[in-house]
Structures are given as C-alpha cells and as structure tokens.
C-alpha cells in the first residue's frame, strides 16, 4: 500500500487504498490540494492491474515525476511527484527503508556518525563550515557550502559545490558520484565512511576535473590512510608514511641510549 507525503508538510499523508483519486483545488477532488499553481482538476491516479497509474489532465503546469514531465507514470516508492509547487514522496511503510550514515573514521572527529535518515526523511545535506550547513565542520580549509549529499530513490549521490580544496571518493577527486557502503568520502584531512545498504563491491561513476567519466572498481575494505596538509596550501593534501618517520624516531633513540650506555661502561672501566 502506497501512500502520498506532502514534502513541505503542508498536509498530512494521503493513503492510496481506493481504485480512484483526483487531484487538484476542487471541491469534489479525492486529494483537494489549496494551492493556486494547480487546476482545479489536476491529474488524476487510477489503480491498474494492482499498480497505481499517475495521470496528468492536460494541467497548465503539468505534471512531473523525478524531474520530468509526464503524461501517464507508474507510481514506485521512492518517486518524487510535482504538480505546480507542490511536491510529494511516493512511500510505501510496507518495505524496509533502508538508511545511510556518514561515520567519521579519523581527525579529532572519529567516532562521531553522521545519520541520513531514510527514504521518508530529508533528501538533501550540505557540508561544510558555514553554521546554516547540516553537517558543519568548522575548519578553515573547507568552504562554506564545500558539497552536497541527496537521496534519490534509496540512491545516494555526492556533489563538489565547486569547493576550494575539492572533494574525494575512493582517493579520486570527484565533481559528483554515487556513493555505496563502504565509500570513503575526504574533505580536506577529514575522512567518512558511507555507512547503508547494497553490495560490497560496486562500481561506481564519477565525473573528474576535466569532466571526463570514467568507471572505477572500489571494494568496501580500504586500509584508512593517515592525512597530512602541505604547509604551502593547506587545501591540498598529501599523504606522508607517517609509520616511518615513527620507525626512523624510534631507531635514533635506541642509537643514542646505546651510545650512552657504551660512554658510562667506559667510565666505569677507567
């Protein structure tokens, strides 16, 4: 059972359970929607064959599914319907939605998880240090709106909002891609596991600088590198073996404290 959620919450959810619904400002409409951008008879959704069939009737505005305009449409969770400036979430309550978190997986904010919600919850969450973005991150290096993340049909879509220092997928620099479980996101020396449903192993689409796509092969296990910023721009990052520059500290130690020890046997021995 289908059901219909008002994006702006103007009205509660509409239940699809009969065989016929119109849509518009009219008084005889099933679904009455008072809002001047609609006909007063708008579209109409009939129920064929166990599936519910979105109509327009010839409206002044017309009638839009995920973007684009329809004339007949099968209605399926996860469709956004829009009729003038109303827009409503096609919802089925009887699948399991399934849910994404961004999980911070290194800096001073590892540990903290970032959960998106689901299907029926918001669509859209900026990144970045401005205090208005829905993730804020407040570090200097990042711009103030740095990226986007929006929800499609379950699908979970990453964008570059033409940051300073850029975006990162999988240690490639991306425009826009879509993300799976297991992705890792880096914002300047911030890294974030995506956190959801679907496969381990996926292939993923992404549009780099020079706007070329390309397919890359990604696994959900990936060794968490340590990231450092160059001094000369605190943007770009590079990765340094920090594990040996640790080894080499920990050599010349142990060099020094046997020297010491050869210098006091010598004392003694005199």
């Avoid at 959620?5 to 409409?29: E, K, M, N, P, V």
């Avoid at 959960?115 to 993730?135: F, H, K, M, N």
């Avoid at 103030?144 to 964008?159: G, P, Q, S, W």
């Avoid at 033409?162 to 479980?181: F, H, K, M, P, Q």
Wanted: charged share 25%; hydrophobic share 35%.
């Amino acid at each position: 059972m289908l059901k219909l959620h008002f994006c702006d919450h103007r009205q509660a959810d509409f239940w699809l359970t009969d065989d016929q619904y119109y849509i518009g400002r009219s008084q005889s409409d099933q679904l009455r929607i008072d809002d001047l951008s609609l006909n007063e008879r708008h579209a109409v959704i009939q129920l064929r064959k166990g599936r519910f069939l979105l109509k327009d009737l010839a409206s002044t505005t017309g009638t839009y599914v995920n973007g684009r305009a329809i004339k007949q449409h099968y209605l399926q969770r996860g469709d956004i319907v829009r009729m003038g400036e109303v827009e409503l979430e096609v919802i089925d309550p009887s699948s399991t939605a399934s849910r994404w978190t961004l999980s911070a997986s290194n800096s001073w904010l590892i540990g903290q998880d970032y959960p998106l919600g689901d299907a029926q919850s918001e669509r859209r969450w900026t990144i970045g240090r401005a205090t208005d973005c829905d993730i804020v991150i407040p570090s200097k290096h990042l711009s103030r709106l740095h990226a986007v993340l929006e929800l499609k049909n379950d699908r979970l879509f990453l964008r570059d909002l033409d940051s300073s220092n850029g975006t990162w997928v999988n240690d490639e620099r991306i425009l826009e891609c879509e993300l799976y479980a297991g992705d890792q996101i880096k914002i300047d020396v911030f890294s974030f596991q995506v956190i959801g449903p679907g496969a381990e192993n996926k292939r993923i689409k992404t549009h780099s600088n020079n706007e070329a796509s390309f397919d890359k092969s990604i696994t959900a296990q990936h060794e968490i590198p340590l990231w450092q910023t160059r001094s000369t721009s605190p943007g770009n990052r590079v990765q340094e073996d920090l594990y040996k520059k640790r080894w080499s500290a920990s050599i010349a130690a142990l060099f020094l404290i046997c020297c010491f020890a050869v210098w006091l046997a010598y004392l003694f021995l005199s």
